[in-house]
């Protein structure tokens, strides 16, 4: 009768340091965590992934170098928790400009996992708490959250800055380096029209 429903903590899990793992930095291409009758664990995953793999998820921006992980994984009470960082040095086109800019992608990992089937709506109220990825076949590949968190933190729109002014839609200057004298009105904020209904 003792059928196990998985629960979640709300405390941090408290690492067990003599059973903490420490992996020295690798390649982590084939790192992973088998679960099956799991039921503690802390393991430190701390590497690179090659660009490679990546590069082909990833076609519009070019990867100029390896994925870093630092990546702590704990076991308690039937969750898996991922927790650390990964980057990734990246060259991307301007939205707005189209200049080519490096900058490096960046993820905060904090992820939950529960190895098994997903028990579906018989756990409704958990599911609204936190958003739990369920490992059916009882194995969590580490290549494949580095990869998942890496794509979410690519931006829609890259910008070389925040501010970056784009190129004239008439002349094609680049107005980060020169002005141009097309149509001023043009280069006003799609927005200005509304000051003046709050002036009124
Ligand atoms: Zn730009
Ligand atoms: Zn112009």
């Known amino acids: 009768m003792s059928k196990q429903s998985p629960h979640i903590p709300f405390a941090p899990v408290l690492l067990d340091p003599a059973a903490e793992e420490m992996v020295p930095r ?10 099956e009758g799991v039921r503690r664990l802390s393991k430190r995953f ?13 076609a519009e921006s070019e990867l100029t170098g ?18 650390g960082e990964v980057s990734c040095p990246v060259r991307q086109a301007c939205a ?10 960046r993820a905060e990992v904090e992820r939950a996992f529960v190895p098994g ?23 969590l590949a580490i290549a494949s959250v580095i990869e998942e ?3 979410l933190a690519l931006p829609m729109i890259p910008l070389c ?15 980060n380096r020169e002005k141009c004298h097309c149509h001023p009105a043009n280069q006003e904020s799609p927005f200005a029209v509304l000051k003046n209904f709050n002036k009124v």
């Open 149 to 151: 968190e890496l794509l």
């Open 117 to 139: 089937n997903d028990p579906a709506e018989a756990d409704s109220q958990q599911e609204m708490v936190e958003e739990i990825t369920y490992l059916p076949d009882y194995h």
């Open 46 to 58: 701390h590497g690179f992934l090659p660009s490679a793999r990546l590069q082909v998820l990833i």
């Open 161 to 175: 800055k925040p501010d970056c002014a784009g190129l004239c839609p008439d002349c094609g200057t680049d107005r």
């Open 96 to 105: 707005r400009c189209l200049v080519h800019f490096d900058s490096r992608l």
């Open 26 to 35: 690798h390649n982590l291409s084939e790192a992973g965590i088998d679960l």
């Open 66 to 83: 390896p994925a870093e992980a630092d990546l702590t994984a704990s076991m308690a009470k039937g969750v898996l928790r991922l927790t």
